[in-house]
């Protein structure tokens, strides 16, 4: 089956810079691939997804990128403000079953 | 995903019990799903649902169980076979077989008395 894989696992950035966030998937048939964003306590919140007839979506400070050929995909924040920080995670579906997600990567925005 | 609640928010259950978990949605969606969430860990697949009085196991079902008798309901059932039941499980829905866009329950939290 899809195994997804995501790093870094933790990530500190000062307010107002760049973070990036990566994910690899296994199964070349995928190609739906959604972030979501969890605050502490509160359910998965999607942010944004790609379908891999894109290589590239935005919207507003966040963006994700396609590399089908690579079997990777990654999330783009810029300007970074305090009410990012969050658990992000990653998925991957080929559309025959449900998602398989990353584990997460724990974003800490430093005012 | 303000179209699915779950409750209760909190459960206790006691050695050797089952307990039931609602999830109910108002979103008129064919497929939902119930994931794990452990501490510091990610999202894994319990069941899922494609379809009314349909469902498939999916990484972890063993110890529980599910029925899907409406397509607005999709209760979980953690057994006694259940060793280890404590964590955060999340229910969720997607609008067709594709099983794509996938919105989110608030959550219940179990705990083992």
């Known amino acids: 089956g899809e195994n997804v894989e995501q790093h870094p696992s933790t990530l500190s950035v000062q307010e107002g810079d760049s973070a990036v966030i990566k994910c690899t998937y296994s199964?070349?048939?995928?190609?739906?691939f959604p972030w979501y964003k969890q605050e502490l306590g509160k359910r998965p919140q999607l942010i944004i997804d790609i379908r891999s007839n894109v290589g590239e979506k935005k919207d507003q400070r966040i963006a994700v990128t396609l590399n089908k050929t690579a079997k990777h995909f990654s999330l783009h924040i810029t300007e970074t403000q305090p009410e990012d920080s969050a658990v992000y995670f990653c998925a991957a579906s080929t559309g025959r079953r449900a998602l398989t997600f990353g584990s997460g990567t724990r974003l800490q925005v430093q005012p | 995903d303000g179209g699915i609640t779950q409750s209760p928010k909190y459960l206790f259950r006691k050695e050797g019990q089952n307990v039931t978990l609602s999830c109910e949605q108002n979103l008129n969606h064919d497929a939902m799903y119930w994931y794990r969430q452990d501490p510091g860990q990610g999202l894994r697949l319990i069941y899922y649902s494609q379809i009314v009085n349909d469902f498939q196991k999916g990484d972890i079902a063993e110890g529980y169980s599910v029925s899907r008798e409406k397509k607005e309901s999709f209760p979980l059932t953690v057994t006694s076979a259940q060793k280890n039941p404590t964590a955060f499980y999340l229910c969720?829905?997607?609008?067709?077989?594709?099983?794509?866009?996938?919105?989110f329950g608030p959550g219940t939290r179990l705990l083992v008395l």
């Open positions: 199964d070349s048939a995928s190609n739906y």
């Open positions: 969720a829905s997607s609008a067709d077989r594709r099983q794509e866009t996938q919105y």
